[in-house]
């Protein structure tokens, strides 16, 4: 079975500093991949997705970027954190068909 | 561009009985995909139902069923005899049913449900 695994869970990371959050997808291959960013009590903003290695898509212009150095493993990024980057951070995997994500548990990122 | 709106930001429910969520959407395509999905306190997103665009028979899943008017694009969730485990945050997302646009799914506001016992 497919399985999605998410890290760290938290985070806390002083403003400036860099960013590095992992997500892996096991049991499928060719996945489509996503990172979504959540304000507090608020809806999922789309920050990027892949169809594919090394392809990137980005939805919005921001601090972060995001990489694909292998099929099943989606990075999230940054070179130096700001407040507003602070929220809740999930990764997800669909597959070719619409049968909607698999997420995986979330990152809660403090920049402090 | 899709867009979805969901414009009741909190509701609240007696245990066992039935609340309506609503959900609205925004699209000129024929072919795409509606879905409601379950946030909890611990903040782990759960698909709860799935309905194709093209399908006129409304999605059921044990309690959970769906309400899809697609002339009014709207899609609503209705759950029966809630449960107190019921208690989270509700988000409606779109999914365009073509591949071009990478099975991106878009999401509404969400609207808190309580269970109260």
């Known amino acids: 079975s497919q399985t999605i695994h998410q890290w760290p869970a938290t985070l806390v990371q002083p403003v400036g500093s860099p960013l590095s959050l992992e997500c892996t997808v096991e049991?499928?291959?060719?996945?489509?991949l996503y990172w979504y960013r959540q304000a507090a009590g608020r809806g999922l903003q789309l920050l990027f997705y892949s169809v594919g290695i090394g392809q990137i898509s980005s939805e919005v212009p921001q601090n972060l970027s995001a990489s694909r150095p292998q099929d099943r493993q989606f990075i999230l990024s940054s070179k130096k954190l700001l407040l507003s980057d602070s929220g809740f951070y999930l990764c997800?995997?669909?597959?070719?068909?619409?049968?909607?994500?698999?997420f995986g548990s979330g990152t809660r990122l403090t920049v402090v | 561009a899709q867009t979805v709106t969901q414009s009741q930001p909190e509701m609240s429910v007696q245990e066992a009985e039935t609340v309506t969520l609503s959900c609205t959407y925004d699209t000129s395509e024929n072919n795409y995909y509606l879905f409601w999905y379950k946030q909890p306190p611990s903040r782990q997103m759960i698909l709860v139902i799935r309905?194709?665009?093209?399908?006129?028979q409304n999605a059921t899943e044990n309690r959970f069923s769906v309400n899809f008017q697609k002339a009014a694009k709207s899609f609503s969730l209705k759950i029966s005899d809630s449960q107190l485990g019921d208690t989270a945050m509700y988000f409606c997302a779109f999914m365009s049913g073509y591949m071009e646009y990478g099975n991106k799914l878009v999401f509404g506001a969400g609207t808190i449900l309580r269970v109260k016992s």
């Open positions: 049991g499928t291959s060719n996945p489509n």
């Open positions: 997800a995997w669909s597959g070719a068909s619409h049968y909607g994500y698999t």
């Open positions: 309905q194709e665009a093209y399908k006129q």
